[in-house]
C-alpha cells in the first residue's frame, strides 16, 4: 500500500510539542507506511526550550519524523488574545509548508498526504486541512473529563445561551457526561469566568466536532465512564491512546548546565529511604511568594518528613510569564530553615520531575495536577496531594480526589491569577495535613495509585486497550485516504 504522510500541527509551547512527537513516534514505530511532519510554531520569549529539546531529540528519532520551523513574523504581546492571534498568523505558514511537502512528494514513490494532527489550540488548521482536501484529527493534551467538560461549558453558551462567567464564586453544581459526582463550580477552569477568554476556548470547542476524530491522552482504564460517554454519536470518535508520556526527559527539562545539579539531586535521594521522601513540584508556570513560601516551609519542618522541594522565584509582579530559579532562595525561606531541615530535606530549583518520580525514594507528590504530571505521578505509582493553580488543574484535581479516589488534598479550589494581583495564603496547618495524609503508607490511595499503575503501563503493551485503540486510529486513518 502507498505510504501516507500525516501533518502534525502542536499547540505553541514545549508542554504541546513533546506528547505530540511521541505520539508521532508510536505512530511511524506501529506501521511503517506512515511518516510523519511536525510544524513548529515558536512564539518567543515562552519558547526557549523548544531548540533545546528538537536537538535532543532529533539524535535518536525515526527518520520517518521530520521537523519544519515556521516563521514568527507576529510581534511579540501579552494581550489576553495573544495566544491566537499568534496561532491565526502562523495559517499562511502553515500553508505553504504543506505545498512545499506536498510539491516534494509528487512522484508515484513518494508518500501521499493522509491527514493533520492539530492541537487542541490549533483547531483553526483545520481550515488549512480542508484546502487541501485531507482530513483532520485534534489531539487533546488533557484529560477526557477536561474535554467532556469543554464541550458541556460550549453546548451551555451557544445553545441555552448560558451565561457562564455568572458560576464564578456561586455553589452550582453539574453533572456532566460520565462524571458520576457533581462537579462544583469552584473547580471550572478560570477562562469559563472570562468573557475575554470565551472566543478560544469555545471557538476551540465548537470545531471540534469538525475534526475526524480526537485523540486524547487518557486510558480507558482510567477515564471509562467519561470516555464511554463520548459515543453517543454528538462528537466525532474518541481515541483514547495514553498515557503518551515521555521518560527520558530529552534535554527539555534543564539542558547541559542543569546535569551537576541533577546529579546532586539524585546522588541526595539515593541515600534517602524507599518511599520516604515527600516531592514539592509545581510545574513550569508553577511559583509561589515569599508570604506562602514560608507556609509551606512551617509545615514541611512541623511535619518532620523529608522532602524534596522545587522553589522557584515568579516573574515580576502584574507580568506574565515564566518562574526562574532564585539566585540564593535562602533569602526568601525563614530564617535558618535550611540548617534546621538539612537532615532531612533538600531545596532546589528547576526539578527533572520524571527522573525524580521514577526514584525508589519518592513516596509522595505535592503537584499542581497540571495533565502530565498526574500521568506521570500514576505511572511511577507515587500518589499526589492535588494543589491546582491554573487552567483545568481544579478540574484535574477533582478527578483524581472525588471522582476516582487517586489523590489526597492540599486545596482543590485553589486558584493562582496569572498576574499574581489577588493571592490567597494556604495555611502551612492544611499544608501539613496533606503532606501527612499522601505520605501514608498503608493507604486506599496509595493501594489504588500502585493499581492504576499497572494498568496504565498494560495499557500501552501488545494487546492493552491504548495499543487496540491506535491501530484502529491508524486504520481508520488509511481508510479515509481518497
Known sequence: ???????????????????????????????????????????????????????????????????????????????????????????????????????????????????????????????VANEFG???????????????LM???????????????EFKDSDAEFMLPG????????????????????????????????????????????????IN???????????????ILNLKGDGHDGGSAETNKNKDIMEWLDDQPPSSVVFLCFGSMGSFSEKQLKEIASALEHS???????????????????????????????TGFLDRTAGIGKVIGWAPQVAILAHPAIGGFVSHCGWNSILESLWFGVPIAAWPLFSEQQLNAFEMMIELGLAAEIKMDYRKDFRAENEVIVSADIIEKGIMS???????????????????????????SSHLILGRLIEDMMNNLK
Not at 134 to 148: D, G, N, R, T, W
Open 304 to 334: 518532620g518528613n523529608r522532602f524534596l522541594w522545587s522553589v522557584r522565584q515568579p516573574p515580576p509582579k502584574g507580568k506574565m510569564g515564566f518562574p526562574a530559579d532564585y539566585a540564593n532562595p535562602e533569602e526568601a525561606l525563614p
Open 179 to 226: 462524571i458520576i459526582n457533581q462537579v462544583p463550580a469552584k473547580v471550572l477552569p478560570s477562562v469559563v469566568f472570562n468573557k475575554d477568554w470565551h472566543p478560544i476556548y469555545f471557538g476551540n470547542a465548537r470545531r471540534f466536532k469538525e475534526a475526524e476524530g480526537i485523540m486524547v491522552n487518557t486510558y480507558v482504564e482510567l477515564e471509562s465512564q467519561v
Open 1 to 127: 500500500m502507498k505510504k501516507s504522510e500525516l501533518v502534525f500541527v502542536p499547540s505553541p509551547g514545549v508542554g504541546h510539542l513533546v506528547p505530540a512527537v511521541e505520539i508521532a513516534k508510536l505512530m511511524v514505530k506501529r506501521d511503517d507506511r506512515l511518516s510523519v511532519t511536525v510544524l513548529v510554531m515558536r512564539r518567543p520569549p515562552l519558547d526557549t526550550k523548544i531548540n533545546r529539546y528538537i536537538e535532543s531529540v532529533s539524535v535518536s528519532i525515526s527518520d520517518h519524523i521530520q521537523f519544519v520551523d515556521l516563521p514568527n513574523d507576529e510581534k511579540t504581546s501579552s494581550g489576553i488574545n495573544f495566544l491566537s492571534s499568534f496561532i491565526e498568523s502562523q495559517k499562511p505558514h502553515v500553508k505553504n509548508a504543506v505545498f512545499k511537502l506536498v510539491q516534494s512528494e509528487s512522484s508515484s514513490e513518494s508518500p501521499q498526504l493522509a491527514g493533520f494532527v492539530v492541537g487542541m489550540f490549533c483547531t483553526t488548521m483545520i481550515d
Open 229 to 243: 460517554a463520548f459515543s453517543d454519536g454528538k462528537t466525532p470518535p474518541l481515541y483514547p491512546i495514553g498515557p
Open 134 to 148: 485531507v482530513p483532520s484529527y485534534v489531539f487533546c493534551a488533557s484529560s477526557a473529563a477536561a474535554l467532556s
Open 438 to 464: 499522601v505520605m501514608e503508607q498503608d493507604s486506599e490511595v496509595r493501594k489504588k495509585v500502585k493499581a492504576m499503575s499497572e494498568m496504565g503501563k498494560k495499557a500501552l503493551l501488545d494487546g492493552g
Open 151 to 165: 464541550l458541556y461549558m460550549q453546548a451551555l453558551n451557544d445553545e441555552k445561551n448560558v451565561d457562564t462567567t
